[in-house]
Nanobody, 116 residues
Framework: QVQVVESGGGLVQAGGSLRLSCTAS????????MGWYRQAPGKQREFVAR????????DYADSVKGRFTISRDNAKDTVYLQMNSLKPEDTAVYYC?????????WGQGTQVTVSS
């Protein structure tokens, strides 16, 4: 079992920045990918970013490329999502996940609200 806990959401003005954190615990040795999805009101959950185990390759949604950066601190079993130049359309609940190749474990989500 893997537990995933996010933190760092909040309210910010357009153009501002936030950093989300996601810590995994439990059977973390099996995790090969961690990342973020988000879900805005009335919309489907969408992919944001991911990073391969060991701080390897990263991947981003086109909508956040150049503004968001995902990174991983393996010593802390924590993944970060640095979000810069935030836009109102980035407003959503952001969910962290950990994938061990068989199962995907999700956090409870953290709200990010960007005011115009």
């Amino acid at each position: 079992q893997v537990q995933v806990v996010e933190s760092g959401g909040g309210l910010v003005q357009a153009g501002g920045s936030l950093r989300l954190s996601c810590t995994a615990s439990g059977s973390i040795f099996s995790i090969n990918t961690m990342g973020w999805y988000r879900q805005a009101p009335g919309k489907q959950r969408e992919f944001v970013a991911r990073i391969i185990s060991g701080g390897g390759p990263t991947d981003y949604a086109d909508s956040v490329k150049g503004r968001f950066t995902i990174s991983r601190d393996n010593a802390k079993d924590t993944v970060y999502l640095q979000m810069n130049s935030l836009k109102p359309e980035d407003t959503a609940v952001y969910y962290c996940y950990a994938n061990n190749g068989d199962l995907v474990y999700w956090g409870q989500g953290t709200q990010v609200t960007v005011s115009s």
